[in-house]
């Protein structure tokens, strides 16, 4: 059984991708994305929003982090595939 320690609200309809961050300095941070076309990086440990990322016109369907936890990449329903980079997450470890 999981026990649920922390919720985040922040998207305005449904959240359908989430991304975990590899690093074990970044172990707290997760992207999500919605059908409300934005892209958002949390703390879940603060339980806030760190960033909103928009540059889709339509729903987020997937998100993939890079390894060294520097860029993401996002997919669409607007066919679009977009790569953010310099999450400017260092001083959140």
Not at 8 to 24: D, E, M, R, T, Y
Not at 25 to 38: A, E, K, M, R, V
Not at 53 to 68: R, T, V, W, Y
């Amino acid at each position: 059984m999981f026990l649920v320690t922390t919720t985040l609200k922040g998207h305005s309809v449904a959240v359908n991708a989430i991304a975990h961050f590899p690093s074990s300095t970044q172990d707290h941070l997760i992207l999500t994305g919605s059908y409300d076309s934005t892209v958002k990086l949390w703390d879940f440990r603060q339980k806030e929003t760190i960033s909103s990322f928009k540059g889709h016109s339509m729903q987020i369907n997937c998100l993939e982090i890079a390894p060294d936890g520097k860029w993401f990449a996002s997919g669409a329903q607007d066919s679009l595939i977009k790569v953010g980079k310099d999450l400017n997450i260092e001083n959140n470890k």
